[in-house]
């Protein structure tokens, strides 16, 4: 590894996952960067793309130290029911959770035609630790999140209307944030 000097940037996460699909096992990889451009070459592969504007925030002062609820799920029932519920989604891309002792509730609903979409997921593969919570965030954006994890369960954890804090049981290096929506 040759890093020839410290730089920031913000590269969208579909480049990412673009790459993952596009690379096997080990190898050389060189990673450039522009002002507006993140270039990326391996094997017989050159790809660019460009950056976001702007900086990226401190991402330590908006992870809640101390999350009250906290939930474990089996990853492949949390895919399962999304993918459920994701036909229910009208374009606001609201998906309503609610979290109990017993089970995990997500809703999907579109206003204009009515229908609405119950999924849920219950012991064994869902353990909640908290007070009774409903909030709404977008589908989409928890789909892509759960996409990139590789273990079995993923950890929830959030307090009362605040940030969700997706990360992998085994390795508190990875987190996700997803902001909640309006419940209204």
Not at 103 to 112: A, C, N, S
Not at 144 to 169: D, H, M, R, W, Y
Request: hydrophobic share 40%; net charge neutral.
């Amino acid at each position: 590894v040759m890093i020839y000097e410290d730089v920031n940037f913000i590269v969208p996460v579909k480049i990412f996952n673009f790459l993952k699909h596009l690379m096997s096992g080990e190898g050389m990889v060189k990673i450039k960067s522009s002002d507006k451009k993140f270039y990326v070459e391996f094997d017989n592969y050159k790809i660019a793309c460009s950056l976001i504007n702007g900086n990226y925030p401190d991402y330590k002062s908006i992870i809640p130290k101390e999350q009250k609820n906290k939930s474990l799920v089996s990853l492949s029932i949390l895919k399962d029911r999304l993918a459920r519920v994701n036909l229910y989604v009208d374009k606001s891309r609201k998906l309503v959770l609610t979290f109990s002792e017993l089970q995990l509730k997500l809703l999907g609903e579109d206003l204009i035609t009515g229908r609405k979409g119950e999924f849920f997921i219950k012991d064994p593969n869902y353990l909640y630790d908290g007070a009774d919570e409903v909030m709404a965030i977008n589908i989409s954006y928890f789909v892509e999140a759960i996409n990139v994890f590789e273990t079995s369960k993923v950890e929830i954890q959030f307090n009362s209307g605040n940030v969700l804090k997706l990360s992998e049981p085994e390795n508190f290096n990875f987190t996700h944030l997803i902001m909640p929506m309006s419940l209204g």
